[in-house]
C-alpha cells in the first residue's frame, strides 16, 4: 500500500547559490564556500550539543527540481543511469543531503563550509557526522569517477530544473 508521506521543513538554507547554473555538484567542491542553516526557533532546542561534532548532514527538499526522471545523465557521466544509482535531484521524492562542515554555531543559525545547495532551500533535517558510523572507503563506487579533483571542479547547470 503506497502511503502518502507529509514533512514540514525545520529551517531554511541560507548560500550563495541563487542559481544551479555554476554551483558545486557535491560539498568537496564547495569546501570553502559558507552558508548559513537556519533553525526555525521551534526546533532551536534541538541544536543542543550540535557544536560538539566538525560536520553535520543536513537533508533538504530540492524545492527547484521540475524534472524527475528514471534514468538521468548525471553531472560526471555522459551516459544515462537509474536516478536511484545517482545522486541527482531529479528524483521521484526530491531530497538531498548534504554532508557539511560545522564551523559555528549562533543561537538557532549554524555556519557551514562545503555548501552545494541553493539559497533557500527547505531544511527537512540535521544529523550528526560520525566517522565510526558513517565513512566507509571501502566500497565499490559503480560508474562514479574515482578522480577527487575532477568532482571538485564540477559544477551544475540546469538539467535538472528544466521541464523535458
Not at 13 to 26: E, K, S, V
Not at 48 to 72: N, P, W
Not at 150 to 164: E, H, I, K, W, Y
Request: contains cysteine; glycine residues 10%.
Amino acid at each position: 500500500m503506497r502511503e502518502k508521506i507529509c514533512y514540514q521543513p525545520i529551517g531554511i538554507i541560507h548560500t550563495p547559490f541563487a542559481d544551479p547554473a555554476g554551483m558545486p555538484i557535491q560539498p568537496v567542491g564547495g569546501e570553502e564556500i559558507t552558508g548559513t542553516i537556519e533553525v526555525f526557533s521551534d526546533f532551536a532546542a534541538g541544536l543542543k550539543d550540535i557544536e560538539g561534532f566538525t560536520r553535520i548532514i543536513l537533508v533538504y527538499h530540492f524545492h527547484r527540481s521540475t524534472a524527475s526522471r528514471l534514468e538521468v545523465v548525471p553531472f560526471l557521466d555522459t551516459r544515462p543511469h537509474g536516478v536511484f544509482a545517482t545522486r541527482a535531484p531529479g528524483r521521484p521524492n526530491p531530497i538531498g543531503f548534504s554532508v557539511v562542515q560545522l564551523l559555528k554555531r549562533e543561537g538557532s543559525c549554524l555556519l557551514v563550509s562545503g555548501i552545494d545547495i541553493l539559497d533557500g532551500t527547505p531544511l527537512l533535517d540535521i544529523k550528526p557526522y560520525v566517522p565510526l558510523c558513517d565513512a566507509f572507503t571501502n566500497g565499490r563506487t559503480g560508474w562514479f569517477p574515482t578522480d577527487c579533483g575532477r568532482v571538485n571542479r564540477a559544477r551544475s547547470d540546469d538539467r535538472f530544473t528544466r521541464l523535458s
